[in-house]
């Protein structure tokens, strides 16, 4: 078969998808086996998804050869991008099929060079500036700068982190359909941030769904 194709495919198949702890944190890689042949898949719709088995149909939008290095490995892979999937059951990933991508992998963060992108999450916001004491009990007794390791934000603070993370989809409603197109950074954040408010994934439907009381941390 041609390795390069620009024109749309329709085809029946599994999709396998692993997760990946590595340097940026954790990222998912997957693997498209249909009756055409295989494929590896590094979309960014990915980064919804929990690792598992998912069959349905996938429209292909181009299948192409990738070369990859890591470390002191390299090699080619022929790779596909989905342009849509219909998600129709799903099961837990198996020893088998997670086999299947024990290959070393550069994490597609790196690949596509927007490591730099970040956002404001709710988990990680941005620290508020200092207040200068206003009494004297505010000051440190000891005269000594007060330096706080650790801060919890303020109720106020996380509604703010959480709307600059989630923008026009903030407030949250009991479904949430994100923007597949957004950087990798971004789907990572916004997909940890809604399984902390316990928020699960649905790939029938392709957006979260509230299933749980939010974690507190």
Known sequence: MNPS???PVIVTGKLVIKTINGRNGEFN???LETAIGSFSVKDRELEQYTAGVYQGQFI????FMHSWSYGANSGTEIRARL???CIETNDALNPGDEQKLSPPVNDPLDEEGDAAVSVTSAAMPEPAPEKAPTTPAAKATSGEALRPQFTVPSPAEQDAG???LFGELWPLGEMVKLDATSPR???RQQKARLT?????FNAQEQQFVKTAEPVLH
């Open 196 to 200: 902390q408010l316990g928020y699960d």
């Open 185 to 187: 950074q971004v789907l």
């Open 83 to 85: 342009d849509e999937m």
């Open 60 to 63: 292909i939008g181009r299948i």
């Open 162 to 164: 959480d709307k600059a």
């Open 5 to 7: 194709t620009h024109s």
């Open 29 to 31: 890689v997957g693997l």
